[in-house]
Each structure stands twice: as C-alpha cells, then as structure tokens.
C-alpha cells in the first residue's frame, strides 16, 4: 500500500529563511498531491496542488516541486514568517488513494 | 458563514455509549468525507460519498456506519463506543475527487471515558 513520509516531526528556522519540507511516497507516483496547513485545533487548510506531469508550481512564497525519479516532492516557503508556523501536511488524492502524510511542524522564530 | 461545520465541536461520553457526529457543507459539493486524526496528529480517511453514494470504506470497525441524508449532509453514526476511539474526527467536502481541493470542517473532538 501507498506511504506518505515526510521529514523530521519538527523544523525550526529563523524568520526571512526558506523553509524546505520534503514529501516521500513508496509505492506509485500520485497523479495528484495536495499540500495543507494545518494550525493546532483546527482542520487543514488546502495550500497547493501539483499533478504528476508537473514539475513546479507556485503561489506567491510558496513554491512545491515534484520530482518522480526521487519519489518525492518539495515545499518550499521564501521568505519565512512567524506567522508561518503550523503543521504542514502532504496529501496523495490521485488512484483512489487519499493518503496523508505524518506533516511536518514547521516553527519560524523571530 | 461556515463553509463546513460540525457538530457537536466536543464530545464526551463513556465506553459502550453510542454517538453521532454531524456535518453539513454549504458549498454546493458533490463528495463528503471523514476523518479521523489520532493522538500523534495522523489524518486518515474513513469514509467518502459522492452525491449520496458510499465510494470509499476504508478499514474502519462496522461500529462506525456513515449515513447521507443528502448531498449537503454527512453524519457518522458510532455504537458501542470504545477508548481507543478517541480521537479528533474531521469532516470534509470537494467538488468532485481525486484533483479537487478538500474543505474541512473545525473537527469534533471525542473522548471516551
């Protein structure tokens, strides 16, 4: 069956920095997958979507690559901000499959 | 307005009670979904219906049965509860599957006692 790892439970860094979160699946490519924000109490937030035969998308700091070859994708958030902290969450939607990743508790200092 | 929203938001109860826990979208959407997010914060799917129709049943005990009254509601119905269903349960709804965007509801917290 599908996995989705993503890295580290948590990733401190310093405001103005680039957060980068990795997404790895095990089995097949998903035809999509979904990043979400997820803040304490409350439900996910959809962010971006890339498809399978996508290389990169952005959406204004956010930036998510995918990369078959690795099996992985990237997220990517220029420019950090406190306000930035929250789990981040990798989400297969494609082939049946509505697998989450563990997320990745993202903590921006000041 | 509350684009998906569940009830009730906390749930308290005691081992081998049954329960329901509703959710109702007013964003046009053909497909609703449950979640259930356990203590180490993992969200995995139960449940999916598209226009009234069950499309995905996970591996879920038969104490969990959803129910869709219509397109805009999604209860989920448990009996006979036990501990180790506590957990936070999130309801969600899409346009369609697969590519569209999922909405989430706030989350009903459940702790059985």
């Not at chain 1, 996995?3 to 980068?20: F, R």
Request: aromatic residues 10%.
């Amino acid at each position: 069956s599908q996995k989705i790892e993503q890295n580290s439970e948590a990733l401190n860094i310093q405001e103005g920095k680039t957060a980068t979160l990795t997404c790895n699946y095990t089995n097949y490519s998903p035809a999509y997958l979904q990043w979400y924000r997820q803040d304490p109490g409350r439900g996910p937030v959809f962010l971006l979507l890339i498809r399978e035969n996508e290389k990169e998308k952005r959406k204004e700091r956010l930036k998510v690559t995918f990369d078959t070859t690795l099996k992985q994708s990237l997220f990517h958030i220029t420019a950090s901000q406190p306000a930035d902290s929250a789990t981040y969450l990798c989400f297969d939607t494609g082939r049946r499959a509505l697998t989450f990743g563990s997320g990745t508790r993202l903590q921006v200092q000041p | 307005d509350t684009a998906v929203s569940q009830t009730p938001k906390y749930l308290v109860t005691q081992m081998g009670n049954d329960k329901s826990i509703k959710c109702e979208q007013n964003l046009g959407h053909d497909t609703m979904y449950w979640y259930k997010q356990d203590s180490k914060k993992f969200l995995k799917i139960m449940f999916s219906y598209n226009n009234k129709e069950l499309i995905i049943n996970e591996t879920v005990p038969n104490r969990f049965s959803p129910k869709s009254p219509d397109k805009a509601h999604l209860n989920l119905h448990i009996n006979s509860l036990e501990l180790g269903d506590s957990a936070v349960y999130f309801c969600a709804s899409s346009l369609g599957t697969a590519e569209e965007t999922q909405y989430f509801g706030p989350g009903t917290r459940l702790l059985v006692l």
